[in-house]
């Protein structure tokens, strides 16, 4: 007789971000001021939140 299976849950997929959301956050977070986001959209926390590196040219 074979084993009953258990109902497993799914995992909820991660949201989904533009990187032009995310630079707006990160301006809601630093109040408008561009050196502020720049240091956190390039953070390394950052880099290790998104699994990548951002880099801006401008």
Do not use: H, N, W, Y
């Not at 561009?34 to 950052?46: F, G, I």
């Amino acid at each position: 007789m074979p084993a009953p299976r258990r109902a497993t849950q799914r995992k909820a997929s991660p949201a989904l971000l533009t990187v032009g959301e995310l630079i707006a956050a990160a301006f809601d977070t630093a109040g408008g001021e561009s050196v502020e986001v720049l240091k956190l959209v390039t953070s390394a926390q950052m880099t290790r939140a998104l699994g990548r590196r951002i880099v801006l040219v401008g």
